[in-house]
DNA sequence: AGTGATGGGTAGTGTTACTATCCGATAGTG
DNA sequence: CACTATCGGATAGTAACACTACCCATCACT
């Protein structure tokens, strides 16, 4: 197979109803298009470059595949199902929460309490405060400029497609991958933004121990 | 205890090494300062938040105890465990690592090729590929100007910190509780933005089906 | 002296993402 | 037309992981 998944798993993937089934010719024989190909391969980007489960992938692309369903409600399912890929079920506390909030309304944005990015932002605030950093206004600024910027592309790119079945794929596609683009990303302008602060070092040389 | 995990966990942790032994008064007693509940605290920050697998922790936290590491080997750690975290042992292919290579040297960017951001990033770029949509240069300068945006804010943070200590563990924090943020921040700025570029429809309405 | 907690160690549990095997039926081959 | 290799589908098993429950010897406290 060339896309990255034994058969096993493929089969496995069906019965977990991430992949319909394929249009059967006999009891004992399917027809399996490019279109299940090219679904297999979106299943492990979301899963392995994604992190998101096999349970949450299954919930996204249900949402992706029901004709009925608005594509505003795709999206909200692909945040949701990346806010559980992390953080579990802690509960942030209430002053961070309400930091981020202050934030939010500082940049402008007109936020829903349901977006699950509130706890994702606020449990990571909670980590700073778990060694005792304060994290400045500025910082927080900082990320809240950059988040706004990505978020910018990400509407972009969405006008690139005007199918509805292609905005939603890409909208989960977009939604799940921005994360670990941005994430990549940031690595290597940490980096750049190391060695110039610190010059002599780099940030990421390869670790011989 | 206050520190979100219960004492079964907390030896556990000290099995796995992420956590010193006490100071032991006798064979069955040890003093647990309040460095011990910090330490417990940051650990689950790291797990919790940030997704680290218990051993990529482990290494992290080693290189933090360790006081003849430099600063620049706890975060080469740092990006390390944070690229194991998601990816797995999963290969971009090589037409995404060259096009993140000309991102960075378009960024101006001086990157080492053991960066793991680049692995992360190109995998990220694979699954747009997965789906046949083309990423737009424009969709990738943005991210790269939102990950400068970003990266700067990290090592300013740094600045507040002058001890070895101090800097080693707020560098593992930035680095990996970083990505959460962000993550966090694009969901709310992505509701504004899908907001006014589609009236109406709140990006992220709960789901109630 | 007695009781209950503590540190330390071993073994077990629940979850997740596969993976190996089995089965009946059928497609292709000689 | 027989025969074997392969397929779809289902069941059960596996490996990794993050705990968690239990046991035991020792010790603090009354």
Same mark, same amino acid.
């Given at each position: 197979?060339?896309?990255?998944?034994?058969?096993?798993?493929?089969?496995?993937?069906?019965?977990?109803?991430?992949?319909?089934?394929?249009?059967?010719?006999?009891?004992?024989?399917?027809?399996?298009?490019?279109?299940?190909?090219?679904?297999?391969?979106?299943?492990?980007?979301?899963?392995?470059?994604?992190?998101?489960?096999?349970?949450?992938?299954?919930?996204?692309?249900?949402?992706?595949?029901?004709?009925?369903?608005?594509?505003?409600?795709?999206?909200?399912?692909?945040?949701?199902?990346?806010?559980?890929?992390?953080?579990?079920?802690?509960?942030?506390?209430?002053?961070?929460?309400?930091?981020?909030?202050?934030?939010?309304?500082?940049?402008?944005?007109? +936020? #829903? $309490? &349901?977006?699950?990015?509130?706890?994702? @932002? *606020?449990? !990571?605030?909670?980590?700073? /405060?778990?060694? %005792?950093?304060? +994290? #400045? $206004? &500025?910082?927080?600024?900082?990320?809240? @400029? *950059?988040? !706004?910027?990505?978020?910018? /592309?990400?509407? %972009?790119?969405?006008? #690139?497609?005007?199918?509805?079945?292609?905005?939603?794929?890409?909208?989960?596609?977009?939604?799940?991958?921005?994360?670990?683009?941005?994430?990549?990303?940031?690595?290597?302008?940490?980096?750049?933004?190391?060695?110039?602060?610190?010059?002599?070092?780099?940030?990421?040389?390869?670790?011989?121990?």
């Amino acid at each position: 197979m060339a896309t990255g998944a034994s058969v096993a798993t493929v089969k496995y993937y069906r019965r977990e109803g991430l992949l319909p089934a394929g249009v059967k010719t006999s009891p004992n024989q399917a027809q399996y298009s490019a279109e299940h190909v090219r679904r297999v391969r979106l299943i492990r980007a979301l899963l392995e470059t994604g992190g998101l489960s096999v349970a949450a992938a299954g919930r996204v692309l249900g949402r992706v595949d029901d004709e009925g369903a608005p594509v505003e409600h795709v999206f909200a399912e692909a945040q949701h199902a990346m806010g559980d890929a992390s953080a579990s079920n802690a509960v942030p506390s209430a002053g961070s929460v309400e930091r981020i909030g202050e934030l939010a309304a500082r940049a402008g944005w007109a +936020v #829903s $309490d &349901a977006n699950p990015g509130i706890v994702q @932002a *606020a449990l !990571a605030l909670d980590g700073f /405060a778990a060694i %005792d950093a304060t +994290v #400045s $206004d &500025a910082y927080l600024s900082g990320y809240a @400029a *950059a988040a !706004a910027v990505a978020a910018g /592309a990400d509407m %972009d790119l969405l006008d #690139s497609r005007d199918d509805r079945a292609g905005v939603a794929e890409l909208m989960v596609v977009g939604t799940v991958l921005g994360d670990p683009l941005f994430a990549g990303l940031r690595r290597l302008a940490q980096e750049q933004a190391s060695s110039r602060a610190r010059p002599g070092g780099a940030g990421s040389r390869a670790v011989d121990a």
